[in-house]
């Protein structure tokens, strides 16, 4: 089955600096690619997703790139803030497995004021 | 407002004390799926839902039982507890087309002692 791995376990940036999260997955055929957020005491909340047939995604200060060829994913927090204090998850989703999300083991990040 | 609820929130229990944690959902989703989160671990299947009636295991099912008898409930159901199912739990659901995005519910802290 599908293997996400993600890294850094941790990641402390100071505020306005940019943070990046990268995720590699093991299914080549694996084709949608969603980040969640996930604040502390609630559930995970989806923040951007990326198709295998799109190479770089944005929406404001997150952005997403896709190299499929290196079969790795990563996130990208322009201009951090405070309330991007969070738990950010990767995730893939091979076809062969369905609705199926695999995630990665998560990445807590700590933005200093 | 679209939601996924869960409960109860905390729960300590007894090991062997049968427990169910409730989960329903207002957006008419057809696939429904519970996951549990350790440290370093990330979000881990427990079982998945495509539609009523129609249940099938995830990555972790050992311990754990379902039931989908109604389009927008799906229990999980520790039959006889342990330890080692201490963990946050989170139940999803998402329409029922791939490539979507899941819905978390608030999660449940579950401590077996």
């Known amino acids: 089955g599908e293997n996400v791995e993600q890294h850094p376990s941790t990641l402390s940036v100071q505020e306005g600096d940019s943070a990046v999260i990268k995720c590699t997955y093991s299914?080549?055929?694996?084709?949608?690619f969603p980040w969640y957020k996930q604040e502390l005491g609630k559930g995970p909340q989806l923040i951007i997703d990326i198709r295998s047939n799109v190479g770089e995604k944005k929406d404001q200060r997150i952005a997403v790139t896709l190299n499929k060829t290196a079969k790795h994913f990563s996130l990208h927090i322009t201009e951090t803030q405070p309330e991007d204090s969070a738990v950010y998850f990767c995730a893939a989703t091979p076809p062969a497995a369905g609705n199926k999300l695999t995630f990665g083991g998560g990445t807590r990040v700590l933005v200093k004021p | 407002e679209a939601q996924v609820t869960q409960n109860p929130r905390y729960l300590i229990t007894v090991t062997g004390k049968k427990l169910t944690v409730t989960c329903s959902q207002n957006?008419?989703?057809?696939?429904m799926s519970w996951y549990r989160q350790d440290p370093g671990l990330g979000l881990r299947q427990i079982y998945y839902?495509?539609?009523?009636?129609?249940?099938d295991k995830g990555d972790v099912p050992e311990g754990y039982k379902v039931s989908r008898k109604e389009k927008r409930n799906f229990p999980l159901i520790l039959e006889s507890p342990s330890p080692n199912q201490t963990s946050l739990y989170f139940c999803?659901?998402?329409?029922?087309?791939?490539?979507?995005?899941?819905?978390f519910g608030q999660g449940t802290r579950l401590t077996v002692v």
């Open positions: 999803a659901s998402r329409p029922g087309t791939r490539n979507t995005e899941a819905f």
């Open positions: 839902s495509m539609n009523v009636e129609v249940t």
């Open positions: 299914d080549s055929a694996s084709n949608y």
């Open positions: 957006m008419n989703h057809e696939y």
